[in-house]
């Protein structure tokens, strides 16, 4: 019994030090924050946003260079700076930055997000930086005939989609039919258009178009539900990080931060007039250079798997023409938009870091693959076998009668069909802008933030898309008289 007692008397004090830290243990493993440790190692804040939203967050010349500048772009060089490293901005399509930072390309999103339940099941949000008023456009000329809600019944009402103004259009304007965009601008010019009769905007959005179109106003109705706290969206396992964000955030409104930062986005907003091409050709030559680059890289890989899957589909093994077939379907039977986010966002959940623009080549010349592996197979069936079994009665075997007899003669098939397959691929690459990746379209829409005028971008697109189709494919005329010629 002495024993037992002496034994109990030494495990207690050991099992009250146990006790009195294993509080501080559990603390600390709480407060592990591998978002919060990855942002100070890389000494780089990434922060995700739609750059066509002013004066949130949009493009204009800063010492004559295209700078992203807004409110929100101030607020995340605070957040930034008080966290003592870098800011880089990644500019997606509103509806993919969700995605975007699940699957961790990007470590917050400061983009007018509005908190609402179904987002915060899937992310955290900081303390409220801003409380705003959603407001309801219509034409001018519309004044007397939208006084009430029942006013709205069948009536296409114009919002941007994943957003609290479509819940709004849904849930209080009863009877409407919402029509849901990715940008703003597409909202403005569907309204200007006599496409839609109503827009619900954000009010310091709504007021930046009414102050630029004089054909725009407010509708005297207002939502019941209808104002929207504004905060920053982290993912779930970060409190560290979300607590440095909350400490920023409540400088900001202590110090009446965000009445500076609004002045500054509306000095950029109302800078000194410049004819619009003087102002804007910068984006355009930007974007047709990105273009010119996906379509060629596009092709270039594309053909290069599409010779190895038109092969395969050629091959005697049945395996082989299985794998091959049930490649070239799906992708054909798949979207190349679903394609672009497969890519993207699943090479993030891999590990794989791959910029915008890698996984926007990558998606191009997957999808271009499937299509060229038909045309080199329809090139090669095109070929009189006659000629096969004229190589093999001189003594060549399958591969050399390939080489050597069937696909020189299969290149004057393939190589017409592969010239417009590039015009195809010209065209689809504007697809990849809802990843952020520079090319026509993602200008054009930045050119509509920054110029608050919906439809002329996208006729200056038109015409840069028809001459740079129209030139290709006059050249790829005479290319092929040429090679009628050498028959």
Known sequence: MKKGKKALMLFLPVFALIMSLLPAQIATAETIDPHYENILQKEELVVGLSADYAPYEFHAEVNGKDTIVGFDISIAQKIADDLGVDLRIEELGFDALLGALKTGKIDMIISGM???E?????????DTYMVVKQRLLI?????????????????????????????????????SVPTSLQKIPDVIMNLKNKKVDAAILEGPVAEAYVDHNEDLIF?????????????????????????????????????????????????????????????????????????IFLALIGVLFGTILGAFLGLMRLARSK?????????????????????????YFGTGILGLELSRLAAGCIALALNSGAYVAEIIRAGIMAVNKGQLEAARSLGMNSRQAMRFIIFPQAIKNILPALGNEFVTVIKESSVVSVIGVSELIFQAGNVQGASFKPFLPYVIVSLIYFVLTFTLSRLLGVAERRMSTND
Not at 325 to 342: A, D, M, N, W
């Open 319 to 343: 395996v082989t023409r299985l794998l091959a077939t049930i490649y070239i379907e799906y992708i054909r039977g798949t979207p190349l938009l679903v394609q672009i986010f497969i890519v």
């Open 118 to 126: 179904e987002r915060l099941k899937e992310v955290n949000f900081s």
């Open 219 to 291: 509708s005297d109705l207002e939502f019941e539900d209808g104002e929207k706290e504004t905060a920053v969206a982290l993912p779930k396992d970060a409190p560290m990080l979300l607590e440095k964000v909350n400490a920023s955030i409540k400088v900001i409104n202590d110090e009446g931060l965000l009445d500076q930062y609004k002045e500054e986005a509306n000095q950029y907003m109302f800078q000194e007039e410049q004819g619009f091409f003087a102002k804007y050709y910068k984006f355009y030559v930007n974007g047709a250079g990105y273009t």
């Open 139 to 175: 034409r001018a000329e519309d004044a007397d005939n939208y006084q009430s809600l029942s006013d709205f019944e069948g009536v296409p009402v114009g919002v941007q989609k994943q957003t609290t103004q479509e819940a709004l259009a849904f849930d209080e304007l009863t009877g």
């Open 114 to 116: 509005a908190v609402t």
